[in-house]
Each structure stands twice: as C-alpha cells, then as structure tokens.
C-alpha cells in the first residue's frame, strides 16, 4: 500500500529508470537510495508500490523538490536518458552524486 496515487508512483518508476541510466547500474542506484536491489527491481516492475520515502529519496539524489518528481517534471521529457541532453538545452540534466 503506497500513500501516493497511482501516476505519482509511475512518475517516480519513470525516475528511478532515469537514474538508473545515469548511475549505469541497478546495484549503485539501490545503494543511493538506500534500499536493495531486488527491492527497486520490484518496485520498477510495479509489482511493490512506490513509498514516500523512496519517493522523497529519489527526489533527493535526482536534485529536485519532490513536487516535481510526482508531477512527473522529472526527468524533463525530451532528455535523453543516456546522456542527460535535451535538444532544446544546453547543460546536460544530471542527477546529484549526493547521498
């Protein structure tokens, strides 16, 4: 059971795959995140909902306020996962190393 509705917690699905890309493995964004990895495995599945917390941590490491990330304003569409680009930006969108 998740405080959050159901599109919140796709949005935050959505970043945790962000994120994923960016820190290049499932095993480094659990640990980031302070959970483990089969954990996050079930939560991207869908299979576990997403809790405030995990929400409140990605938003943390994302380095945003987690009214974006629920609104699903990160990541910004158009940005490429891989590289962090967008085709109408000129810094790349990098999530925050800080834990």
């Known amino acids: 059971m998740s405080d959050l509705t159901a599109k919140e917690q796709d949005h935050v699905r959505a970043a ?3 994120l994923r890309v960016q820190f290049r493995t499932w095993e480094a964004t ?3 995140l302070a959970c483990r990895r089969n954990a996050l495995h079930r939560v ?7 809790t405030a917390g ?4 990605v ?6 306020g987690v009214d974006a990330l629920l609104s699903g304003a990160y990541p910004p569409a158009g ?6 680009h967008s085709l109408e930006a000129d810094e790349p969108i990098r999530a925050s190393t800080r834990a």
């Open 79 to 84: 940005v490429c996962p891989h590289c962090g």
């Open 30 to 32: 659990a640990n980031l």
């Open 54 to 57: 995990l929400a409140f941590r």
């Open 16 to 18: 945790i795959r962000f």
């Open 44 to 50: 991207n599945a869908g299979s576990r909902g997403v």
């Open 59 to 64: 938003a943390r490491i994302a380095g945003v």
